[in-house]
């Protein structure tokens, strides 16, 4: 990570999907949450299906986030028209 140039790294659904469970998994997000945050990188947690892992992303600092909690994947034409009418 540190010669890569990038702005935003994902937190793969693989992770949010055993957040809940599997006390190792919090502990990692949390270091990806720490190191972003140094580097000034932007976090993206993908794969967001319950309330629950929003709630254990959101204390572990991820402040961004996808997944079907939200939406079903779109193509970018319909999410521009939804986008104009809210």
Do not use: H
Not at 14 to 22: H, L, Q, R, T, Y
Not at 26 to 48: P, R
Not at 49 to 63: A, D, F, I, T, Y
């Amino acid at each position: 990570m540190a010669t890569a140039k990038f702005d935003i790294l994902k937190i793969d659904r693989g992770f949010v999907k055993d957040i809940i469970s599997n006390e190792n998994t919090q502990t990692i997000v949390e270091a990806i949450v720490s190191v972003c945050k140094k580097l000034n990188i932007q976090l993206v947690a993908e794969g967001v299906e319950n309330e629950s892992q929003l709630e254990v992303l959101e204390n572990c600092g991820v402040k961004t986030v996808q997944g079907f909690l939200f939406s079903k994947p779109m193509p970018m034409t319909e999410y521009e028209w939804k986008n104009s009418y809210k």
